[in-house]
């Protein structure tokens, strides 16, 4: 059975009071001497303290690879990378240590550099981190004190989309635009309906798409034209609780629906019905490989990533070795 879209994990910052927003009876819980998760949806995080200890690259170049965030329990492996075509399911090659906590969606740049959205950095505080390849050292980091960074999409221009999935204390979620080089954003894109900004996507003509839910926890699909408000509904939307969207060269919309459990395929203008396919589980996040040939998706329901051909929707394979707990966040590169 799906998790409600009520369950969903929101971290709490310091400062936030609770606060009943949603009409099912999803509220926000005051913060706690450690970051907190709390149930507002169907993300499912959960607290943990920041990871420590060496980081290991590996010295061989890596071409292709899948890096995955995972709650772990420990919280020893908040962000692993594994090589691409894991058919055996080897463990991680490095992972990224000294990273902070509420890391959600990943992302990646056309270089390969790896984009993590910290909710609660090493400082305390909501960031974006890029992090050269086969985790490498740290190349930049983006303030966000506009609420908490849940994942990040890029424009053909370098500008960056961080989706803050609620605002400050609380307040409804936004999307922050960094031109390309600025470390904070020069901007912010609300909209009156969404209150918790889910996911984010930018096609090939820079338009920026939002996966929502309102105060209600109704879902929704917003479009941003050329990333510039007034945000639009799209209409027949229909999906239940909607992932970060992506899009392939042919600009068909690519996204899972968590709650139940499908990789949705829309074309152009997004409309229509989608092409579905069964997913082996709840998958907030599910990423393009760079040939097009595949989708990995993170799968929260049996704490593995999957991987799916690509346009067939055919299953592959999976892995999980080293995994534990819930795969959150999955991305390929170089895209």
Known sequence: MSTPRHTRAVLALAGITAVTACSNGGAYAPQASTPAFVAVGSLDRAASPDASGLRFVDPAAVKAQISVSAYDTSNS??????????????????????????????GVDSTGNLWVPEGLGPSGSPQVVEFKPSCGAVVTTLSDSDGQPAGIAFASNGTAYVNNILGPSSAAGNVAIY???????????????????????????NNLYLSYYNSSDAPGMLVFTGGKMPGKALKNFGLGNPGA??????????????????????????????KTYPLKGSSPQCTLNAAQTNVACGDKTNGSVDVYAYPSGKYQYSFNKGLSGSVIGVVQAPI
Do not use: E, H, R, W
């Not at 904070?184 to 009156?192: A, I, V, Y």
């Open 77 to 106: 492996a908040p962000v692993s990378v594994f090589n691409a075509a894991n058919k055996q399911n080897k463990a991680a090659f490095c992972t990224l240590t000294s990273v902070g906590t509420g890391i959600n969606a990943l």
């Open 245 to 274: 969207p992506t899009f392939d060269k042919k600009d068909n919309m690519i996204v899972s629906d968590d709650s139940n459990q499908t990789l949705n395929v829309y074309a152009p203008p997004y409309t229509g019905k989608p």
């Open 179 to 205: 031109p390309k080089g600025a470390k904070k954003p020069s901007k912010l894109l609300t909209n009156g309906a969404v209150f918790l900004a889910a996911g984010v996507g930018v096609d090939s003509k």
